[in-house]
């Protein structure tokens, strides 16, 4: 079946440090790909998706390309703040049947210190 | 953007009460709805699908008999954790599905969960 493997955390940056995220899945066909971020206490949030290889997804300065011929969807940032502080999940869909549950990957825990 | 809430967003219990937590969509039609459950520090554990109209489908090793859902109209479903005990203390989040558009899906949308604690 499908799955999601992420790399294991925690990872702790200092405040302006460079973030990498691995993420690598395995599916039949072309999946969607998702990264969500989990604050603490609160459910999952959307940071971002790509529907397609080569997609670019990026929101709040976070991006993940999207690799086919890796199967790859890597979450990077430039500069880190302590507000980035959460755990990040990439996940996967079948585009063509929704009413299937998304596959999620382990989690990452993501510390920012000043 | 699509909203979904989920009530209460916490609450206690006292072992062997039962404990109903609502999940809607605000703005729009869900056809499929997810119940997941996430230990602390943990990924999140897919519990069952739920379809408008229809009984849930449950993954292995989940009691249907004490995970009780109904999905009873296009925006409300609902879990109720039945005889509740203190190992059902956890976080349970709900994801909405809108349906296929156009050849393609929607993405689903998470509610912001409810923590659970049974004492």
């Known amino acids: 079946g499908d799955s999601v493997t992420q790399m294991e955390g925690p990872v702790t940056l200092s405040e302006e440090a460079f973030l990498t995220i691995n993420c690598t899945y395995t599916?039949?066909?072309?999946?969607?790909l998702f990264w969500y971020v989990q604050y603490p206490g609160e459910g999952l949030q959307l940071l971002l998706k790509a529907t397609k290889a080569d997609d670019k997804g990026s929101n709040k300065g976070f991006e993940a390309t999207y690799r086919k011929e890796t199967t790859s969807f890597h979450l990077e940032k430039g500069s880190v703040q302590v507000s980035d502080s959460a755990v990040y999940f990439c996940a996967l869909s079948d585009p063509l049947s929704g009413n299937t549950p998304l596959v999620f990957g382990k989690g990452t825990r993501l510390s920012v210190i000043a | 953007g699509a909203v979904v809430s989920q009530h209460p967003s916490w609450v206690i219990c006292k072992s062997g009460t039962s404990v109903k937590i609502e999940c809607r969509s605000l703005d729009f039609q869900a056809t499929t709805m997810f119940w997941y459950r996430q230990f602390p520090k943990q990924s999140l554990m897919l519990m069952a699908t739920?379809?408008?109209?229809?009984?849930?489908?449950?993954e292995q090793g989940v009691e249907k008999d004490k995970f009780l859902i109904n999905h009873a109209s296009l925006t409300l479903s609902t879990l109720t954790v039945t005889s509740a005990h203190p190992e059902d203390s956890s976080f349970y989040i709900c994801?909405?599905?809108?349906?296929?558009?156009?050849?393609?899906?929607?993405?689903?949308?998470f509610g912001p969960g409810t923590r659970l604690t049974v004492t």
């Open positions: 994801s909405a599905w809108p349906g296929l558009a156009g050849g393609r899906s929607y993405e689903q949308y």
């Open positions: 739920s379809n408008e109209g229809s009984k849930a489908t449950y």
């Open positions: 599916a039949t066909g072309y999946p969607s």
